[in-house]
């Protein structure tokens, strides 16, 4: 009797630890699914309100999410030889919407260089950064890079 009862507590722990175990892995799939569902939201993301409507000049392309940003990017103008035609209209529409909705230009944190630039605008706690860049088909060491080129633009906000 003894034999038995000592079997009949081995198969109780047995059984409570299978049942602890089962308990944990069905806890952490539905922490899984949890994290599945918070990277499905962020790729619903939105930029700042104050973005849209979005340039209609461009094709809009990927949105990418990264800690508090938003940022989608065009789809390139593929083979321009004059860069100006594509990001002057894109960087006064926006330019011209921002202001005019309280946003301040912050030049201090611009940057721009060769088929590049970047225009940082704030209202509040928030950014919004506007730009472009150019991916040159005509590369050399010892001269500068050269149109024909691939233009990209790109939206992204967040809060500082």
Same mark, same amino acid.
């Given at each position: 009797m003894k034999t038995s009862l000592k079997y009949l507590l081995y198969i109780a722990i047995a059984v409570s630890f299978l049942a602890a175990i089962w308990f944990?892995?069905?806890n952490n799939q539905s922490r899984e699914e949890g994290r599945e569902v918070a990277e499905t /939201?962020?790729?619903?993301?939105? &930029? /700042?309100?104050?973005?849209?409507? &979005?340039?209609?000049g461009a094709k809009w392309g990927r949105v990418?999410?990264?800690?508090?940003t938003v940022r989608i990017v065009s789809?390139?103008?593929?083979n321009t030889n004059n860069i100006a035609s594509i990001s002057t209209p894109f960087?006064?529409?926006y330019h011209e919407k921002l202001v005019v909705t309280g946003w301040v230009q912050d030049i201090m944190r611009e940057a721009s260089g060769p088929g590049a630039n970047m225009s940082y605008y704030t209202k509040d706690d928030r950014f919004i950064v506007i730009g472009f860049e150019s991916d040159f088909k005509v590369k050399s060491d010892d001269t500068p890079s050269e149109?024909?080129?691939d233009v990209t633009l790109s939206i992204t906000s967040g809060r500082e």
């Open positions: 944990w892995l069905q /939201d962020t790729k619903e993301a939105r &930029l /700042d309100a104050d973005a849209y409507p &979005l340039y209609s990418i999410t990264e800690e508090q789809e390139p103008f593929v960087t006064e529409y149109c024909p080129c």
